[in-house]
C-alpha cells in the first residue's frame, strides 16, 4: 500500500500568512494527488486535484504543485475561513489512501 | 445541484450488520463510479470501497474485504454499503461520494451518516 505522510501535523497562523503544507508518498505516485479541505462537523471539500488544478469554486490562494513522492499545498494570504484540517489523498492504484491531515490554526 | 444524502447510520452490536444507503441527485448517477469513505471519531480518512458506473466491479479496502459489500441501483440513483460481523473499529461517520470522470478523485460528498459499533 502506499503511505502518505503529512508536514506538519499541526500548524499555527495568523490571517494573511502564507503556509505550505508537504505530503509525502512512499513511492511515485506521479500526479496523482488531490488536497481536500475539511471543517469541524462537514464533510471533505475537494480543493484541488492531479497535483495541480484548481477545483471549480475554489480560490485561487489555494495552489498545489509537486509530482512523483512529494508534493506542496500552499495557501497565500490566510483567510479566516481557511483555519480547518487538510488531507492530501493518491489515487495511483488501489487501496486509495490519504495522509494523516494537518490541522491549521489560527495563531 | 449535486447533492448526495446518506442514511441508515445506527448503533449496533458486535458481529451485527446494517445497510447504509446513498441517494444522488443533480447528475446523471449512472454515469459516475461511486464510493464509500469513513471517518472514526477524531481520525482521519479511510477510503472503504468503490464500484462502477454500471456496478459490476468493486473494489475495497482489506480491512472490509469479506464483511462489506458496496452495491448500487441506478434505476433509484442509489448507491449501497451492506455492511455485516460488525467491530468496534468501524465505528465511524460514513461518507459517500462521486468519482470525477473515470478517476479516483471525489468531487462532491455526502454529508455523512454515523455507524456506532458497541455493546
Known amino acids: 500500500d502506499i503511505q502518505l505522510t503529512q508536514s506538519p501535523s499541526f500548524l499555527t497562523a495568523s490571517v494573511g500568512d502564507r503556509v505550505a503544507i508537504t505530503c509525502r508518498a512512499s513511492?511515485?505516485?506521479?500526479?496523482?494527488l488531490a488536497w481536500y479541505q475539511q471543517k469541524p462537523g462537514t464533510a471533505p471539500k475537494l480543493l484541488i486535484h492531479t497535483a495541480s488544478t484548481l477545483q471549480s469554486g475554489v480560490p485561487s490562494r489555494f495552489s498545489g504543485s509537486g509530482s512523483g513522492t512529494e508534493f506542496t499545498l500552499t495557501i497565500s494570504y490566510l483567510q479566516p475561513e481557511d483555519f480547518a484540517t487538510y488531507y492530501c489523498q493518491h489515487r495511483h492504484s488501489y487501496p486509495i489512501t490519504f495522509g494523516q491531515g494537518t490541522r491549521l490554526e489560527i495563531k | 445541484e449535486v447533492q448526495l444524502v446518506e442514511s441508515g447510520g445506527d448503533l449496533v452490536q458486535p458481529g451485527g450488520s446494517l445497510r447504509l444507503s446513498c441517494v444522488g441527485s443533480?447528475?446523471?448517477?449512472?454515469?459516475?463510479?461511486m464510493t464509500w469513505i469513513r471517518q472514526a471519531p477524531g481520525k482521519g480518512l479511510e477510503w472503504v470501497a468503490s464500484?462502477?458506473?454500471?456496478?459490476?466491479?468493486?473494489r475495497y479496502v482489506d480491512s472490509v474485504k469479506g464483511r462489506f459489500a458496496v452495491s448500487r441501483d441506478n434505476t433509484k440513483d442509489s448507491l449501497f454499503l451492506q455492511m455485516s460481523s460488525l467491530r468496534v473499529e468501524d465505528t465511524a461517520v460514513y461518507y459517500c461520494?462521486?468519482?470525477?470522470?473515470?478517476?479516483?478523485?471525489?468531487?462532491?460528498w455526502g454529508q455523512g451518516t454515523l455507524v456506532t459499533v458497541s455493546s
Open positions: 513511492q511515485d505516485i506521479r500526479d496523482y
Open positions: 461520494a462521486r468519482l470525477a470522470g473515470t478517476t479516483s478523485i471525489f468531487d462532491y
Open positions: 464500484i462502477t458506473p454500471g456496478g459490476t466491479e468493486m
Open positions: 443533480g447528475f446523471t448517477f449512472s454515469n459516475h463510479w
